[in-house]
Antibody
Framework: QVQLVQSGAEVKKPGASVKVSCETS????????LQWVRQAPGQGLEWMGT????????NYAQKFQGRLTMTRDTSTSTVYMELNSLTSEDTAVYYC????????????WGQGTLVAVSS | QSALTQPASVSGSPGQSITISCTGT?????????VSWYQQHPGKAPKLMIY???KRPSGVSNRFSGSKSGNSASLTISGLQAEDEADYSC??????????FGTGTKVTVL
C-alpha cells in the first residue's frame, strides 16, 4: 500500500533552518512528483513547491524562492524539504503529498510534521 | 498568488444538501479543469475527494460532487451525514505552473 511517512515534530529558533523528510513506499518512487504543502494554525493549506524525484528538478512558490530547497534520495525513496531563515510565521504543519505527473491533484498525503518556531 | 475564496463556514442538517463555493480568477479556476477538493478532519491529513472539477477517486462516496462555471467551482455534499463534518479546501492549477488552495470551509452538521 502507498505510504508517505514524515519525520517528527521540530522546534526551532528564529533564524534557524529545518529539514523535514518524507519517506515513500508502496509505489515506484520516480513515477510520481512530490509536493510540499503547509498549514499554519487555524489557517488554510498553502502550496510550497514540487520536486520531480526522477530528475531532481524543482518548482517553488515565489513566496519561498531563495530559502526553500527540496531534494531527494532515490536509494531510500525519500524526499526532503529544507526551509531557512525561519520566523514565527513559518510555524505550521508541513505535509508532503504525491502527484501523478501532469494530473494536478494530490492523491496520497503524509501524516504531517509540526514545525514550531519560537524564541 | 492569492488564495481562492471560500466561505468560512457552511452548515446543514443530516440528510440535507450543502454547496461550498470556490472563487478564483481566469488564471487558475477559470483557466483549467484542474480543480480538486480535499476533506480534512481535525488533526488529520487532507484527503482527496474530487479531482478534475467533477471526478471522484475510487472509494469516495457518490454523495460528493463537483462542478465549475467560469472562475468559480463548487463542491456539493448531498445526504449530509455526521461524518461529513470537517474542513474542505479547493485547489487549482495556475498559469504560473503552480498550485493555489482555497481559504477553507468548515462544514458543520447540525
Amino acid at each position: 500500500q502507498v505510504q508517505l511517512v514524515q519525520s517528527g515534530a521540530e522546534v526551532k529558533k528564529p533564524g534557524a533552518s529545518v529539514k523535514v523528510s518524507c519517506e515513500t513506499s508502496g509505489y515506484t518512487f520516480t513515477n510520481y512528483y512530490l509536493q510540499w504543502v503547509r498549514q499554519a494554525p487555524g489557517q488554510g493549506l498553502e502550496w510550497m513547491g514540487t520536486i520531480n524525484p526522477s530528475h531532481g528538478t524543482t518548482n517553488y512558490a515565489q513566496k519561498f524562492q531563495g530559502r526553500l530547497t527540496m531534494t531527494r534520495d532515490t536509494s531510500t525513496s525519500t524526499v526532503y524539504m529544507e526551509l531557512n531563515s525561519l520566523t514565527s510565521e513559518d510555524t505550521a504543519v508541513y505535509y508532503c503529498a504525491r502527484e501523478l505527473p501532469k494530473t494536478c491533484f494530490f492523491d496520497f498525503w503524509g501524516q504531517g510534521t509540526l514545525v514550531a518556531v519560537s524564541s | 498568488q492569492s488564495a481562492l475564496t471560500q466561505p468560512a463556514s457552511v452548515s446543514g442538517s443530516p440528510g440535507q444538501s450543502i454547496t461550498i463555493s470556490c472563487t478564483g480568477t481566469s488564471g487558475d479556476v477559470g483557466g483549467y479543469n484542474y480543480v480538486s477538493w480535499y476533506q480534512q478532519h481535525p488533526g488529520k491529513a487532507p484527503k482527496l475527494m474530487i479531482y478534475d472539477v467533477s471526478k471522484r477517486p475510487s472509494g469516495v462516496s457518490n454523495r460528493f460532487s463537483g462542478s465549475k462555471s467560469g472562475n468559480s467551482a463548487s463542491l456539493t455534499i448531498s445526504g449530509l451525514q455526521a461524518e461529513d463534518e470537517a474542513d474542505y479546501s479547493c485547489s487549482s492549477f495556475t498559469t504560473s505552473s503552480t498550485y493555489v488552495f482555497g481559504t477553507g470551509t468548515k462544514v458543520t452538521v447540525l
